[in-house]
Nanobody
Framework: VQLQASGGGLVQAGGSLRLSCKVSGRALSDYAIGWFRQAPGKEREFVAAISWSSGNMRYADSVKGRFSISREKAKNAVYLQMYRLKPDDTAVYSC???????????????WGQGTLVTVSS
């Protein structure tokens, strides 16, 4: 599975941004796609994940109610719509694939490059 994230940028606090993850490869229905982020000096953390086949989702508590993950099978894409952004959301966001829908970063063995999101106060 290959993944490519895009859509990062600079946004003011309270603003919105949508990230895209283009996914390619065989048997995508066997995978879940997750979004992770890593802020400077911090460990990578789970943001959200979605099962490619069922569309079932899970979110980190820190983004529940503000972020929404979705997938568009026809375009082989997964999106992360982010609302009410905060300066603490500033990080490099990456998408990854796992055979299980989990928040455990070690379960994700396929990674795309990251895209930087900067939220100004």
């Amino acid at each position: 599975v290959q993944l490519q994230a895009s859509g990062g940028g600079l946004v003011q606090a309270g603003g919105s941004l949508r990230l895209s993850c283009k996914v390619s490869g065989r048997a995508l229905s066997d995978y879940a796609i997750g979004w992770f982020r890593q802020a400077p000096g911090k460990e990578r953390e789970f943001v959200a994940a979605i099962s490619w086949s069922s569309g079932n989702m899970r979110y980190a508590d820190s983004v529940k109610g503000r972020f929404s993950i979705s997938r568009e099978k026809a375009k082989n894409a997964v999106y992360l719509q982010m609302y009410r952004l905060k300066p603490d959301d500033t990080a490099v966001y990456s998408c990854a694939a796992s055979t299980i829908r989990t928040s455990n970063v070690s379960a994700y063995h396929h990674w795309g490059q990251g895209t930087l999101v900067t939220v100004s106060s």
